[in-house]
């Protein structure tokens, strides 16, 4: 007899959503989480993120704002008042996680879950239940390589706790991460130099894009430096020493590594159980989020698929779907629509067009310009958007926005994308004006062809 029909592990977005929607179902669910509830979105990821970037932000709109005839005084950021706003916010979030698991009856226990057979899930009080299926939805945590004073650098769990604002602040990356907190110290008023061993960064993205994120984050005073590495940092006399390969040294005050999360399935016993992990520690799953092991399913980053939390959501439901609807639902990840909160802030679906270069005959479409803000506030930043169109079928196989309001705009282009919208339907849509999101449908004319 099973004491479950479902014991998940890990309580973030992906391990609470399979949770809930089985347990609404009608079925015996059981979850174990050794933190907090709510996972890397909800406690030290996307949301406490998106919040600093809110803040910073605060910053642009005090300086545009005499442009429109506004007389501000003195602005000053407290960062310590904001980071105390920012914890009461998340402690709502993170109670609301759990009200959702009560009102929906799943059994919580605070504590760590290891496996210790198919079936057998063992807590870290000795206790021992037994499920039907087990779910791993444990996560990911940041990766740090290994070099001299690599015990001196933070993470972004880190950049959550801290009491004040740094004031030189180093960040190693060319990420999602390592970008989106240039732009938040560097808009917060701390000075920002952010190192990246690459020609450009953001590797992967549409290159056009990379390029006009990297020179609008130099023109907000960001140093970024390409092709450049650390060697080792030391503790100096006025902060940390940080000794670049190119002979070159300097002092930070807080230095970030964003080089990569790695799987949180360490510890689990995974071994063990003979369940699959891949290279970098991930489970190894199959489009059902099934494991080689019937019993075991895992979704989320601890899968590294693709690790964002709609996705990890989505694979939650696809595997509810599968295991307790009798409704086998394969996890869709094409065309995906993604934000990088970077000031200016990015969104982008679908193929770059150097990746389309390589499977189509493409037409590429783009406008670089100066928002109506922008304008009249005197900023010196542009907005650029691209499409990028199959010359065969018409269809728009990419899109890809730097601009104020890109995230929001690239959620309603994703579903035109997704539903495999060709140029010609997109130049068929009346513009709304004035905005500028309206430039999508008005692009006429490519501006080259390969
Ligand atoms: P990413 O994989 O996006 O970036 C890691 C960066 O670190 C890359 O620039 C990589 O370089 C560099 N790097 C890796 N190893 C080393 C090393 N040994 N030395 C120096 N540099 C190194 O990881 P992030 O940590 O930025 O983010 C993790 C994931 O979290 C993202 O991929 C994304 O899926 C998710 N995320 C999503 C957000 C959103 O939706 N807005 C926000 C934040 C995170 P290289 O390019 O050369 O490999």
């Not at 079925?27 to 919040?51: D, H, M, N, S, W």
């Not at 005197?378 to 958007?385: K, P």
């Not at 990028?388 to 890809?400: I, M, P, S």
Request: net charge negative.
């Amino acid at each position: 007899m099973f004491d479950f029909d479902l014991f998940v592990i890990g309580g973030g977005s992906g391990g609470v959503r399979a949770a809930r929607v089985a347990s609404e179902k009608g079925f015996k669910v059981g979850l174990a989480e050794e933190y907090r509830l709510g996972g890397t979105c909800v406690i030290r990821g996307c949301v406490p993120k998106k919040l600093m970037v809110f803040a910073a932000d605060f910053g642009d709109c005090f300086a545009d704002a005499g442009g429109f005839g506004w007389e501000v005084g003195t602005s000053t950021f407290g960062f310590e008042r904001f980071q105390v706003m920012k914890d009461k916010e998340i402690d709502r979030l993170e109670s609301i996680y759990r009200s959702l698991l009560d009102n929906a009856k799943v059994n919580f226990f605070p504590t760590r879950a290891t496996l210790k057979d198919p079936h057998t899930i063992k807590l870290d009080d000795g206790k021992t239940y037994k499920s039907r299926i087990i779910l791993i939805a444990t996560g990911g945590s940041p990766f740090i390589p290994d070099f001299e004073g690599s015990d001196l650098v933070s993470t972004s769990n880190d950049v959550f706790k801290l009491k004040e604002l740094p004031e030189r602040v180093l960040i190693c990356g060319g990420g999602y991460i390592a970008c989106e907190f240039a732009g938040i110290f560097n808009g917060m008023g701390s000075s920002v130099t952010q190192v990246y061993r690459g020609p450009q960064i953001l590797r992967g993205f549409d290159n056009d894009i990379r390029e006009h994120l990297s020179d609008s984050m130099a023109n907000r005073g960001i140093d970024i430096r390409l092709n450049h590495t650390v060697e080792k940092i030391v503790r100096g006399d006025g902060g940390l020493k940080v000794y670049f390969q190119d002979g070159n040294s300097q002092e930070f005050d807080f230095i970030l590594y964003a080089t990569g999360r790695k799987p949180n399935t360490n510890g689990l016993n995974l071994e063990k159980l003979h369940v699959q992990r891949d290279s970098s520690g991930a489970v190894v799953v199959d489009e059902y989020s099934q494991t080689v092991i019937p019993s075991i399913y895992a979704i989320g980053d601890a899968t590294n698929r693709l690790n964002l939390t709609p996705v990890a959501i989505r694979e939650a439901m696809s595997f509810v779907a599968t295991v307790f609807e009798g409704e086998p639902t394969p996890v869709d990840h094409i065309n995906v629509p993604t934000a990088v909160f970077t000031r200016p802030e990015i969104g982008t679906v679908g193929y770059s067009e150097e990746m389309a270069r390589k499977e189509f005959d493409v037409e590429i479409y783009r406008t670089k310009f100066k928002s109506m803000l922008n304008g009249i506030a005197n900023r010196d930043e542009r907005n650029l958007m691209k499409l990028v169109v199959d010359k065969a079928t018409r269809r728009v196989l990419g899109v890809h926005l730097i601009c104020s309001g890109s995230a929001e705009m690239i959620q309603m282009v994703g579903i035109a994308v997704k539903m495999g919208a060709t140029k010609e339907d997109f130049d068929r849509t009346c513009a709304v004006h004035p905005t500028a999101a309206e430039e999508l449908v008005t692009l006429h004319n490519p501006i080259h062809s390969s």
